[in-house]
């Protein structure tokens, strides 16, 4: 990576892999370094159990990524990884330990804004299938093949635990959560199911720099607009790397 690069550490949405950023390294300049941080319970790490807790996971990838996070990088999670990204750089900030140059965050509502209903009847099968259908972004190939079918949904209800946990931790909480000190980039589908008003509440989140970017398409308008999402991220991260060429790429 070069002096002047941003490594950007992105996170998976629930019962994803990492490897859904991969098509990135592909479409993004040379000085943003896609590096896709993956989950247990998946991909490479598939031999290793799920977590089903939100902070002893977000522990664990501090620790993992704790030379990433010493130098020039950027945080970002799509779902339920831009709730993982929000807690490990929340986590840094309460550690003192070193901070990302900036979090973005996609497709979430804010952390205060979360609806507590949003798991409930969501056991079994079935019904995280027809979630999963309801938020699209699911290759219908997943569905009519038995072992990923199965591996799919497994992750998933791990993954949906690690959002009911931190929801319950906030409600047991004795006092609100502290603001960040970093620059926040918040991306939204204008058609997904999460509300203007539980986007807008990020930029409450932090004391610094905050921005909301609107794009067409539902939960998953990153696939949808790509291109889109893909140029406005190189504008906006192209502060961090002094020197680099800014120059937006052309996408395929």
Do not use: K
């Amino acid at each position: 990576m070069p002096a002047s690069g941003v490594e950007l550490l992105c996170l998976p949405c629930a019962g994803a892999s990492a490897t859904m950023y991969l098509r990135w390294r592909r479409q993004l300049p040379a000085w943003l370094r896609v590096q896709p941080v993956e989950l247990p319970g998946r991909g490479s790490r598939l031999d290793e159990p799920s977590a089903t807790d939100f902070d002893t996971l977000v522990a664990q990838l501090c620790a993992e990524q704790q030379a990433a996070m010493r130098g020039r990088c950027v945080l970002l999670g799509h779902s339920m990884g831009a709730l993982l990204a929000y807690g490990m750089a929340l986590r840094q900030q309460q550690a003192g330990a070193p901070m990302p140059l900036a979090l973005v965050v996609s497709a979430s509502p804010a952390p205060g804004a979360r609806d507590p209903a949003r798991f409930e009847n969501l056991q079994g099968d079935e019904a995280l299938m027809a979630d999963l259908r309801r938020q699209g972004g699911t290759p219908e190939e997943v569905f009519a093949h038995a072992e990923l079918r199965r591996m799919t949904l497994d992750v998933l209800a791990a993954d949906y635990a690690v959002c009911q946990s931190f929801e319950l931790a906030l409600q047991q909480a004795a006092q609100p959560l502290p603001r960040l000190s970093l620059p926040l980039q918040v991306l939204a589908g204008r058609q997904d199911d999460i509300s203007a008003d539980a986007v807008e509440a990020w930029l409450q989140v932090s004391t610094g720099p905050a921005s909301v970017d609107w794009f067409d398409g539902g939960h998953f308008f990153i696939r949808q607009q790509e291109a889109q999402t893909l140029a406005c991220l190189t504008r906006s991260l192209a502060r961090f790397a002094p020197g680099a060429d800014h120059a937006t790429p052309a996408f395929a």
